[in-house]
């Protein structure tokens, strides 16, 4: 069957195929046929590296020591949400060969063209800065530890890297995921192996129950769904035909396998006692392995945030396109990608004091807002089953293209979850605050009242 490229619907321009030392055109444009290239099987690497880092393991720190499980509820509820998030992300990757669009482009079906300003914005926001700095944190602080240079020094060596990978773009970033993943792989399996021998996995936790468990699952949901709203970015160049079903395996299981054998390495860590596992989180973790190997370690945990912010800021840029900026450039990709990389460091610097507190917050703030954009899209893919996404693409680039069903959806959904349920520092909902063991969970609460919504509003929906 021969594959055309859709009518009424802009073209990226220029050309780039598989070219890795090249800049990457144009923006958020459907790629030409002539340019695909790639195999499914390639997503696995290039969603495992970017997960073998400082900040998947802290979440498993977060369960123990800052939520009270268990070790062996830290496991289930880490198993959980990151199942969650991981099953979304295959989903969500798997339509990226055959729409040749980027994520939140494909976002405009269910939100409207002007609707879709809503989630994309918020995504620039959480991804291009937020993530960004959250991972360059982490880098700058793991070396930090093993060079002794100040710690905004380090910061700026790793955003420098981050930087170019973002501004050279998608070939150069999945070729670099690519070559990380077997250091990365093989360092971080020597030193799960150390921590896992000394754990004590009868750690019985200190008493965080029902809510410590629900806290566990929406802030590792929240990790593991953080990379849905990318998800067909780095599917987008895979040739049209190419397998749904082994697009999104590959995907989801690159997101699961990493996050949940690094998370459950981190909740092992605690158990073991020593150290400041909140406050210096970093060392705390390597000072249970070897000096050998806790240097290698430090210089994964770098490369591991420099793996992660390569995606996060490009598909912040990806997500800043979205929102129908335009420059009349064919360089405009990479620009956005340079501004919030610029923006990043400057959140980062200032969130190198007290970076266990933050993380903390912001990874449950993420949850709070990508459970009910989920709801929507999710709801929006059943809706329209059976269709070519290729007959509505059209749609995708038609300014008059209105669906006020999705972000009305997504804004009842967060206001009320947040409202209700959410169990933070920064804000107690009405639930917890009167029945503390309920915990949090506005993620889920967000999900379903968003779904809901969305069908109610049927009149809304074209």
């Given at each position: 069957m021969t594959v055309l490229e859709p009518p009424a619907v802009a073209v990226r321009e220029g050309s780039y195929g598989d070219k890795v030392a090249a800049i990457e055109p144009g923006g958020v444009e459907f790629i030409p046929l002539s340019e695909r290239h790639g195999r499914p099987r390639q997503l696995f690497w290039t969603w495992m590296s970017p997960n073998m880092e400082f900040a998947t393991i802290f979440l498993g720190v977060l369960a123990v020591a800052a939520f009270g499980l268990g070790f062996w509820a830290a496991v289930l509820a880490v198993v959980v949400g990151t199942g969650l998030g991981a099953a979304a992300h295959g989903v969500l990757s798997a339509r990226g060969p055959s729409a040749g669009l980027p994520q939140m482009?494909?976002?405009?079906?269910?939100?409207?063209?002007?609707?879709?300003?809503?989630?994309?914005?918020?995504?620039?926001?959480?991804?291009?800065?937020?993530?960004?700095?959250?991972?360059?944190?982490?880098?700058?602080?793991?070396?930090?530890?093993?060079?002794?240079?100040?710690?905004?020094?380090?910061?700026?060596?790793?955003?420098?890297?981050?930087?170019?990978?973002?501004?050279?773009?998608?070939?150069?970033?999945?070729?670099?995921?690519?070559?990380?993943?077997?250091?990365?792989?093989?360092?971080?399996?020597?030193?799960?192996?150390?921590?896992?021998?000394?754990?004590?996995?009868?750690?019985?936790?200190?008493?965080?129950?029902?809510?410590?468990?629900?806290?566990?699952?929406?802030?590792?949901?929240?990790?593991?769904?953080?990379?849905?709203?990318?998800?067909?970015?780095?599917?987008?160049y895979l040739p049209a035909g190419a397998s749904r079903r082994a697009t999104g395996l590959a995907a989801g299981l690159g997101v699961f396998v990493s996050c949940v054998i690094l998370e459950i390495v981190g909740a092992a860590s605690v158990t073991i006692g020593g150290g400041d596992a909140l406050g210096q989180p970093t060392s705390a973790f390597t000072g249970h392995l070897p000096t050998v190997v806790a240097d290698l370690t430090l210089l994964a945990i770098a490369l591991g945030a420099i793996s992660a912010n390569a995606l996060n800021v490009y598909s912040g840029a990806m997500s800043l396109l979205a929102l129908g900026v335009r420059l009349p450039l064919t360089m405009r990709r990479a620009i956005v990608a340079l501004a919030c990389g610029v923006a990043g460091f400057l959140v980062a610097l200032s969130g190198l004091d007290d970076a266990g507190h933050k993380y903390e917050a912001f990874l449950l703030v993420i949850a709070y807002w990508i459970g009910p954009w989920l709801g929507v899209v999710l709801t929006d893919m059943v809706l329209r089953r059976g269709r070519d996404i290729r007959d509505d693409e059209p749609l995708m680039f038609d300014r008059g293209h209105a669906n006020w069903a999705g972000p009305v959806a997504m804004v009842v959904g967060v206001v009320l979850s947040v409202w209700l349920f959410s169990n933070q520092e920064q804000y107690v909902g009405l639930v917890p605050k009167r029945v503390p063991a309920v915990g949090d969970i506005a993620f889920e609460v967000g999900f379903l009242i968003s779904a809901a919504v969305y069908l109610a509003l049927k009149p809304l929906r074209r």
């Open positions: 482009v494909l976002g405009r079906l269910p939100f409207g063209y002007r609707g879709n300003i809503l989630p994309s914005a918020v995504n620039s926001v959480a991804a291009g800065i937020g993530w960004f700095a959250v991972n360059s944190v982490s880098g700058a602080l793991a070396l930090n530890t093993l060079t002794g240079l100040p710690a905004w020094a380090c910061l700026l060596i790793v955003v420098a890297v981050m930087v170019a990978l973002g501004f050279f773009g998608h070939n150069l970033v999945q070729a670099f995921e690519r070559y990380a993943f077997p250091v990365l792989a093989v360092i971080f399996a020597v030193a799960s192996a150390i921590i896992l021998s000394k754990a004590q996995p009868g750690h019985a936790g200190s008493g965080g129950g029902v809510g410590g468990f629900l806290l566990t699952v929406g802030a590792t949901f929240g990790y593991a769904a953080g990379w849905n709203p990318y998800a067909a970015d780095y599917t987008r």
